[in-house]
């Protein structure tokens, strides 16, 4: 892990490979090695970097007093950009709808493709039940504490409330607990994922979708059509909404594609890249 420090504090990252570049967002809870499998391939011939973005997942606690709404960490995705002067950029995101903000809030200017895997999108924020679940409790002091309790619990996160309706197969529990890890243990890690929870809006993706039209460059939605919780019929609606968009959908597979389908996600990359 590389680390670089921005205006909202240190993120850390992966950085691997040579070639066109790759960057990928994080999600909830999840770390960079929810790319693994996909950087793996695609790091034979592109240059795949992997940013660790401050929800949950993170190790390193941001400044107390950084910007964590939703525009704020899309700045710091643009940031993240600028810093390490990356030019050309194929931006990646899965489950957080974060790239769709960095075009929308105008932050797009050194990308120069965008991928989107199923994600928050339109009206669909909290999404499914373990969004709503965990939206709701950070409304009540101590209530996400004690939700985060039960995913000390290997066999419950399984759960349709947890990461049931997340991956269509079962996470590595190492890895898991990984990811787990940081917001279980760490109060400041917890008070970043608040931050975050407490300030997104439930329209910010409705507003994000009507600016996507700005976006004129080559766009690809992955979309799983067996992912309830980020509603199959949004990857359509994605891809219209891009001028340049089109969809292609990735079969068995949940919201978690990265880790359903890893080898069919890089091959539908590494052919996006290849022909735009």
Not at 16 to 22: K, N
Not at 32 to 58: F, K, M, N, S, Y
Not at 84 to 105: F, I
Not at 240 to 245: I, N, S, T, W, Y
Request: hydrophobic share 45%; aromatic share 6%.
């Amino acid at each position: 892990m590389r680390n670089v420090t921005l205006s909202a504090g240190t993120v850390e990252y992966d950085d691997s490979g040579y070639g066109p570049i790759l960057v990928f967002l994080t999600g909830i809870f999840a770390n960079t090695t929810l790319w693994r499998h996909v950087v793996a391939d695609l790091g034979r011939d592109h240059r795949c970097i992997v940013l660790e973005v401050p929800l949950g997942g993170h190790r390193v606690p941001m400044d107390a007093d950084a910007d964590l709404s939703s525009p704020g960490l899309a700045r710091l995705v643009a940031e993240f950009l600028d810093v390490l002067d990356l030019r050309d950029v194929t931006l990646v995101g899965c489950d957080w709808g974060g790239a769709q903000l960095v075009v929308a809030h105008g932050l797009g200017e050194r990308l120069a493709r965008l991928v989107l895997l199923p994600q928050e999108s339109f009206e669909n924020f909290p999404p499914g039940l373990p969004g709503k679940v965990l939206y709701q409790s950070s409304r009540i002091p101590g209530a996400t504490f004690l939700a985060l309790q039960t995913l000390r619990i290997r066999g419950l996160r399984r759960s349709p409330m947890n990461f049931g309706l997340m991956s269509k197969r079962p996470i590595p529990d190492d890895i898991l607990d990984a990811w787990l890890r940081p917001s279980l243990t760490s109060r400041l890690i917890r008070r970043d994922l608040l931050k975050y929870l407490r300030t997104t809006r439930a329209a910010e993706y409705l507003d994000a979708a009507a600016l996507l039209t700005t976006f004129d460059r080559p766009a690809l939605v992955l979309w799983a059509p067996e992912s309830t919780m980020m509603r199959p019929e949004n990857g359509a609606r994605l891809a219209k909404a891009l001028p340049r968009g089109r969809l292609v959908e990735v079969p068995d597979s949940y919201t978690l594609m990265p880790e359903d389908q890893p080898l069919l996600t890089a091959t539908h990359l590494r052919d996006f890249v290849a022909t735009t």
